[in-house]
């Protein structure tokens, strides 16, 4: 198999673009893209400093490590989760890829900002992804606020878009789908402009990608994603494109730039403020305020039920003791 581009051997074929690359033109096309669809989707300029939300997996340090390579005013942003070593582990990957690069990762804890997933999920009986995708929304929001860029920026690919394309379709889920953009402008001065440059690159490719560039990334998945239903679709959608290479893209792409403003509802009011974090939210509370309070009411209710039976059975095994003593 040649390379399509300088007929050196292959080592990447790509049967969706019907084409092979050798590493050198791979990086090239690769880096193409991504540049061109900044440029295209308008996603944002060199002028604007961009947060990268990192989570140490292939995908977001693969976008992290072209943002630098291309120029752009980049920092990272950790949310760790609590998530026992999957945590841990992904941190790590994040921490040494920004140090061999001397860029600068933020982190924030949530243990000790807010709750970590496991807890949230255990006392709201929430899906633990669910959960999850609460903390995020508002961490990331938060570090890109705070920290004063005009960009958040995550890894989501091709299979991802698609995925989650797929699962908008079948429900009809038009709120949803009006939202499903590359870029995605704030409706608050408290939010930025969400952006998603990887969209129109497969799994497959940023896979490829961060394993030519020598990117150590976290291959582990969150042990949460078992029997979640994005991978499920991901592999329908798998096999929809080998035996029609390209219709994922085609999928994807053609919302995009197609379908995708059929959707659009007319605007909203802007959100208010939250009363008790101060970001954004269209109800008093936001979700995350709410959450985090559940928890914490529900977990110190189970430590005080908790510390109220050990301590009843402290004074029975007390009242029993002389008993004890007596037999003896
Ligand atoms: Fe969070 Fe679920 Fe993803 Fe794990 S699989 S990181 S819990 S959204």
Redesign the pocket.
């Known amino acids: 198999m040649k390379c399509t581009r300088c007929r050196e051997r292959a080592e990447l074929a790509l049967r969706s673009h019907n084409a092979a690359f050798c590493r050198a033109c791979f990086l090239i096309y690769f880096n193409r893209q991504v540049e061109r669809t900044i440029r295209q989707d308008k996603m944002f300029t060199p002028d604007e400093r961009i947060l990268v939300a990192v989570?140490g997996g292939k995908d977001s340090l693969a976008l992290w490590d072209i943002l630098i390579e291309q120029g752009y005013q980049t920092e990272g942003f950790y949310l760790a989760?609590g998530?026992g070593t999957y945590s841990s582990q992904s941190q790590q990957k994040a921490e040494a890829f920004a140090k061999k690069r001397q860029v600068k990762l933020r982190i924030v804890q949530l243990e000790q900002e807010a709750v970590p997933?496991p807890l949230a999920a255990q006392f709201t009986r929430r899906m633990?992804?669910a959960a999850?995708?609460t903390m995020?929304r508002h961490f990331f929001d938060q570090a890109a606020h705070d920290g004063g860029f005009q960009v958040l920026a995550t890894g989501h690919n091709l299979d991802d878009e698609a995925a989650r394309l797929l699962g908008n379709v079948l429900y009809w889920q038009t709120e949803y789908l009006a939202r499903q953009k590359a870029v995605l402008e704030p409706s608050h001065p408290k939010f930025v402009r969400k952006v998603r440059p990887l969209y129109r690159l497969s799994e497959l490719e940023t896979a490829a990608y961060a394993f030519f560039r020598g990117i150590d990334y976290i291959i582990e998945?969150?042990?949460?994603?078992a029997g979640?239903t994005q991978l499920f679709y991901k592999d329908i959608l798998n096999r929809i494109d080998a035996k029609m290479p390209g219709s994922k893209r085609n999928f994807v792409q053609k919302f995009m730039h197609s379908a995708q403003s059929l959707f659009a509802r007319p605007e909203d009011s802007p959100p208010r403020e939250c009363e008790k974090c101060g970001m954004p939210s269209y109800a008093p509370v936001c979700s995350f305020c709410n959450l985090v309070s559940e928890v914490e009411r529900k977990h110190e209710h189970a430590q005080s039920t908790s510390k109220a039976e050990a301590d009843s059975s402290k004074q029975t095994g007390q009242a029993e003791q002389p008993h004890l003593d007596e037999t003896h």
């Open positions: 989570s989760l998530i997933v633990p992804c999850c995708g995020k998945e969150c042990p949460n994603s979640a």
